[in-house]
């Protein structure tokens, strides 16, 4: 791998998380999360995908690839996608990654390979719990 960029950030779980999407998953800046937000596994997140260093965004829209660290207490997992071209990484709130190619303001990678409800459930239930989560966001070249 030539070079890589780590970015890092914190959010938190909620009682509300279930993480049962199928094709999606999302961190929010928001602070609450109803239960209708399956897709949602942590609030509270310092910004959006248009608060991504310019570097990663740059880099994401160049179609590199991209994984998503999560971990929270003693669990952790993996989702891996790539950017696109067409990304637009202006949403102040919402930072979705999503298994198929549907690119909207929120959107920081495609074609990923797990959603919310394939998360590991034990990294789902302290994130149910409201722990504190750790994100780092990967992204290198194809």
């Given at each position: 791998?030539?070079?890589?960029?780590?970015?890092?950030?914190?959010?938190?779980?909620?009682?509300?998380?279930?993480?049962?999407?199928?094709?999606?998953?999302?961190?929010?800046?928001?602070?609450?999360?109803?239960?209708?937000?399956?897709?949602?596994?942590?609030?509270?997140?310092?910004?959006?995908?248009?608060?991504?260093?310019?570097?990663?965004?740059?880099?994401?829209?160049?179609?590199?690839?991209?994984?998503?660290?999560?971990?929270?207490?003693?669990?952790?997992d993996v989702v891996c996608g790539r950017?696109?071209?067409?990304?637009?990484?202006?949403?102040?709130?919402?930072?979705?990654?999503?298994?198929?190619?549907?690119?909207?303001?929120?959107?920081?990678?495609?074609?990923?390979?797990?959603?919310?409800?394939?998360?590991?459930?034990?990294?789902?239930?302290?994130?149910?719990?409201?722990?504190?989560?750790?994100?780092?966001?990967?992204?290198?070249?194809?």
């Open positions: 791998m030539d070079r890589c960029i780590c970015y890092r950030f914190r959010a938190f779980g909620h009682i509300n998380v279930r993480a049962e999407h199928r094709s999606t998953l999302e961190v929010t800046a928001e602070e609450h999360l109803t239960p209708r937000g399956d897709c949602i596994i942590g609030v509270r997140a310092p910004h959006g995908s248009a608060g991504l260093p310019e570097n990663v965004k740059n880099s994401l829209r160049e179609g590199w690839n991209a994984c998503l660290v999560v971990r929270a207490g003693s669990y952790s950017g696109d071209t067409r990304l637009q990484l202006s949403d102040d709130t919402r930072m979705i990654f999503r298994k198929s190619s549907f690119i909207e303001p929120a959107t920081v990678f495609v074609g990923a390979d797990k959603s919310a409800r394939d998360l590991d459930r034990r990294l789902i239930r302290e994130l149910a719990r409201g722990a504190a989560a750790d994100f780092i966001l990967v992204v290198y070249p194809p």
